[in-house]
Nanobody, 123 residues
Framework: VQLQASGGGLVQAGGSLRLSCAASGRATGSAVMGWFRQVPGKEREFVATIGWSGGASFYSDSVKGRFTISRDNAKNTVYLQMNNLKAEDTAVYYC?????????????????WGQGTQVTVSS
């Protein structure tokens, strides 16, 4: 499975961005998908995860109410809509796929990772 994240960029505080993660390779329609982020010197942080059907989604407390994860299995793509961005949201954002199992915030439970896309929020 190859994951390609895109949609990052520079935005002012209070603005919005939508990240996309396109999957290719083995069938990913049944995979749990997740978004994580990382800043230099810190561990990778859970952001959001979604079950294979899109019916179950979970968020970190820091983004709950501002970010929305969704997926389009017909396009093998997962999205992260980020609204009301804050300076502390600045990070490299990674998408990940977990081939089997349930949604989880634990990074090492995911089997495949994308290359990351930079999100910078100016205050």
């Amino acid at each position: 499975v190859q994951l390609q994240a895109s949609g990052g960029g520079l935005v002012q505080a209070g603005g919005s961005l939508r990240l996309s993660c396109a999957a290719s390779g083995r069938a990913t329609g049944s995979a749990v998908m997740g978004w994580f982020r990382q800043v230099p010197g810190k561990e990778r942080e859970f952001v959001a995860t979604i079950g294979w059907s899109g019916g179950a989604s979970f968020y970190s407390d820091s983004v709950k109410g501002r970010f929305t994860i969704s997926r389009d299995n017909a396009k093998n793509t997962v999205y992260l809509q980020m609204n009301n961005l804050k300076a502390e949201d600045t990070a490299v954002y990674y998408c990940a796929a977990r081939q089997y199992g349930v949604p989880t915030p634990i990074p090492n439970r995911y089997d495949y990772w994308g290359q990351g896309t930079q999100v910078t929020v100016s205050s």
